[in-house]
């Protein structure tokens, strides 16, 4: 069974940073794309950015040049740097991740985590 646990979620003014994790355990042979997604009350969780394993990294507009992901491959763990906070950012982030669970196997399945609240306020 595969796990995903975020952390690092909280209240922040605007303007401020918060970084959140998301650790990855459980039977995993390895970690294919990795990335975080949010959902504000009344709308759908969209993309935030996501990372390939070797390291190539994808931006919602809305986050560019504010947010950073990364991964570090041998804690199995996924980052975002959230700074310049705002408003608008306050959200339930979740992190997911396309995992191989078999032994030489090509086909990877895709987990999430629970999600943690961020809230930014005014």
């Known amino acids: 069974q595969v796990q995903l646990v975020e952390s690092g979620g909280g209240l922040v003014q605007a303007g401020g940073s918060l970084r959140l994790s998301c650790a990855a355990s459980?039977?995993?042979?390895?970690?294919?794309?990795m990335g975080w997604y949010r959902q504000a009350p009344g709308k759908q969780r969209e993309l935030v950015a996501t990372?390939?394993?070797?390291?190539?990294?994808n931006y919602a507009d809305s986050v560019k040049g504010r947010f950073t992901i990364s991964r570090d491959n041998a804690k199995n763990t996924v980052y975002l740097q959230m700074n310049s906070l705002k408003p608008e950012d306050t959200a339930v982030y979740y992190c997911?991740?396309?995992?191989?669970?078999?032994?030489?196997?090509?086909?990877?399945?895709?987990?999430w985590g629970q999600g943690t609240q961020v809230t930014v306020s005014s």
């Open positions: 997911n991740a396309f995992i191989v669970t078999t032994y030489l196997s090509d086909v990877s399945y895709r987990y």
């Open positions: 990372i390939t394993s070797g390291g190539n990294t």
């Open positions: 459980g039977i995993i042979f390895s970690i294919n794309n």
